[in-house]
């Protein structure tokens, strides 16, 4: 009832799984990922263990090890699924015989893809295509092969949820934790418009580095005083830069959320910010 991939890119040190189902916040439960291990994708009747119990067995073997260990010990096996992938990108997948139709599985270079109760084997086809030919980080490959699989069908019961997670070490908000992406739609009509719409923000929040950064003085300056006299904000602070103007404007992108595209220090902001905040205050 579920289609899913889970994935690793070694040379990043990304490890991530995306996962669809029509099911309430499939995200509670398929998705398992730690930062330096690897990546666990556990559906059909869905044995949650496998999740915590595959990243603790990766931490000692590979992929297929793991999940060879899981089955053995789970007298359910043949009526559960689930894909593994480890530090190195080994990839392993298990589809139960008692499955509901279509179900199956297909390995890769660093990725496990696996759906059951789908509209046919193209759905699978479908992701593993997508994530091999798509370009960029792990999260834009995941994004891409969920996307891939709806329109192959993906769960021919329709759809409810989508979640996607992504973690690398370090890499998160102010390099304080491992969460790269972390983002769940639990329940909607089109949840991948819902996931795509959530990413977009996403990037704009978090991510950096991505564009030009611009240098608040000129032009530049008077566009974002602009903005804030749209905004609401008194502008009392007379021409050109000052102090407190710059506490203003501290002020004002710390409760727009841009806290990560702006640098008080260096007067520097995101092109992308800029543009954000011009669409927000037209």
């Excluded at 291990?37 to 263990?49: E, H, I, M, P, R």
């Excluded at 990725?111 to 994530?131: D, K, P, S, T, W």
């Excluded at 304080?176 to 639990?186: A, G, I």
């Amino acid at each position: 009832m579920t289609f899913s991939i889970a994935a690793a890119d070694p040379a990043t040190g990304d490890f991530g799984v995306v996962v669809a189902s029509k099911f309430l916040a499939v995200g509670n439960i398929v998705p398992w990922v730690e930062a330096g291990v690897g990546a666990v994708a556990t559906q059909a009747l869905c044995n949650a263990g496998y999740g915590p119990g595959g990243l603790k067995l990766m931490a000692g073997m590979d992929a297929r090890a793991a999940l060879d260990a899981l089955i053995a010990a789970d007298a359910g096996r043949d009526r559960r699924q689930v894909g593994l992938v480890d530090a190195k990108g080994n990839a392993a997948s298990h589809t139960g015989v008692n499955c509901l139709g279509w179900a199956g599985h297909r390995t890769g270079a660093g990725y496990a893809a696996q759906g059951n109760c789908l509209a046919g084997e193209a759905v699978v086809a479908g992701m593993a295509r997508a994530f091999e030919t798509t370009t960029g980080p792990l999260y834009q490959k995941l994004f891409a092969a969920i996307v891939a699989g709806d329109a192959a069908g993906g769960d021919r019961r329709g759809r409810q949820s989508v979640a996607l997670k992504v973690l690398r070490k370090g890499a998160g908000y102010q390099g304080l934790c491992d969460t790269v992406v972390d983002l769940r739609v639990d329940d909607a009509a089109d949840p991948f418009g819902e996931l795509r719409r959530l990413l977009d923000l996403h990037r704009l929040y978090f991510f950096t580095g991505d564009c030009p950064r611009l240098t608040l003085d000129g032009d530049v300056l008077a566009t974002l005083r602009a903005i804030m006299k749209r905004a609401g904000h008194a502008d009392t602070f007379g021409a050109g830069w000052s102090v407190p103007l710059g506490h203003a404007i501290d002020a004002f992108i710390g409760n727009e959320n841009l806290e990560e595209r702006f640098d008080l220090k260096t007067r520097g902001i995101d092109q992308l910010a800029l543009d954000h905040l011009a669409k927000l205050y037209p």
